[in-house]
């Protein structure tokens, strides 16, 4: 059972058939046979819960009929290659990728040794790459009892300016149990890192689904995760006035749909859309004019209120793949690695395959692997953060010009 996108440098595929070791077997050297470069880099591998329980097998299978001397990835609840995005139904999803002149060197690390990393030193000597090193990181997690936030921190510190993309795995929640894959290892916490050195790169294509509405304004008054004033105002008005501000068919799509869009680089003369950190709005207190907000905000910063629905995500994204075109400007695209929220999908949109097909659409005929996850790693304005409701794509490109922001 093949069923795959080939390419010069990369091919992915789906696999249906459960625990079948002799025909995975077939499959997976089959899928190999489709690559046309001598040789595989890297592979990416994303399980449905389905095969909990023969992941190591699988990965062993993978990993010799696939001839992958790399290989990682985690469990995904939805999976995707190339231009499909299968919601249910598929067991697994593998990408072998040929990257060439690329260096890569791949990591698990378990709760214990996260918690105990106390600063971006400590990190650096870890992994015993310097920043110097490091063109990009895929990142794959357990969401289980870990902090994903405090490790990030540490990590932007380490690898300034280095984009990591991948996520948070999904998988089956009522047991908390998911998975992570760094070769032949099957991992239920902690997280798999994998750095891209060498001649190849990591660009990058964060879309946070939103549309920013009304203006921008300064953070005048900000305490932990609430926003006092804005503008010299008191944050929970200037929100109203900005909602009733708006037609009546904007305030419709708007209800239940407001998040806030906190500017990382407050001294950009014009801000977009791709210039906002999106977190949720909480909540408001019309007593005292506060908003609670999912994130620590600074006093100084630039808020502007976004909304986000099927409409905004779609033109977003669009939007930032053709800046994306742009700016590759004719480079080879090797392949590359989408992480979707959960909650996009037909969730969010009615109708399958939307992200994957908008990514095929607007780059071409490109070995793209993913899953949904229950978190998304990509960077804004060149840090790093985890995104809810976000798309999240990193593309293997020759290194010869900046990363995208």
């Known amino acids: 059972m093949v069923s795959g996108m080939q390419g010069s440098h990369g091919v992915t595929g789906v696999w249906k058939g459960g625990w079948n070791e002799a025909e995975l077997s077939r499959w997976a050297a089959a899928l190999r046979a489709q690559l046309t470069d001598s040789s595989v880099t890297l592979g990416l591998v994303f399980l449905a819960p389905s095969l909990f329980p023969y992941a190591e097998d699988v990965l062993e299978v993978l990993r010799v009929h696939g001839r992958i001397p790399c290989l990682a990835g985690c469990s995904g609840v939805g999976l995707i290659s190339g231009g499909n995005e299968f919601e249910e139904g598929a067991d697994l999803v593998l990408g072998l990728y040929h990257l060439p002149g690329a260096t ?16 971006a030193a400590a990190w650096i000597q870890k992994t015993g790459l310097s920043p110097e090193q490091v063109n990009g990181w895929l ?9 994903g936030e405090a490790w990030l921190r540490q990590w932007n510190k380490a690898y300034p300016g280095t984009p990591a993309v991948g996520g948070l795995a999904s998988g089956d929640f009522s047991a908390e149990q998911c998975q992570v894959y760094f070769n032949g290892g099957v991992y239920e916490q902690g997280l798999v890192a994998v750095a891209l050195c060498g001649d190849v790169t990591l660009e990058t294509v964060v879309s946070q689904g939103c549309t920013p509405i009304g203006e921008s304004w300064t953070i005048t008054r900000a305490d932990r995760n609430f926003i006092l004033g804005i503008g010299n105002r008191p944050a929970y008005s200037v929100l109203m006035e900005t909602f009733e501000g708006m037609s009546a068919e904007e305030r419709k799509k708007s209800q239940n749909n407001l998040f806030v869009g906190l500017a990382i680089d407050e001294y950009r003369e014009e801000l977009h859309c791709g210039d906002f950190l999106v977190r949720n709005l909480l909540g408001g207190d019309p007593k005292n004019g506060a908003l609670a907000v999912g994130a620590y905000p600074r006093t100084g910063q630039t808020l502007q209120f976004q909304r986000r629905d099927s409409e ?12 994306a075109r742009t700016q590759l400007a004719g480079r080879p695209i090797y392949g590359g690695c989408l992480t979707v929220c959960n909650g996009r999908g037909s969730r969010l949109f009615g109708t399958p395959n939307h992200d994957a097909g908008l990514v095929q659409e ?20 060149r840090q790093n953060f985890l995104h809810g409701y976000t798309a999240s794509l990193g593309l293997f490109v020759p290194k ?6």
């Not at 010869?400 to 922001?405: E, K």
């Open 139 to 147: 990142v794959f997690a357990s969401p289980f009892h870990l902090n």
């Open 104 to 119: 890569l060197k791949g990591f698990h690390f378990d709760n214990d040794v996260i918690n105990a990393m106390d600063d």
């Open 312 to 323: 905004t995500a779609d033109a977003e994204l669009s939007a930032l793949l053709a800046q």
């Open 400 to 405: 010869s010009t900046p990363q995208l922001r």
């Open 362 to 381: 607007q780059l071409g005929h490109t070995a793209i692997t993913g899953f949904f996850g229950h978190g998304e790693l990509g960077p804004v304005a």
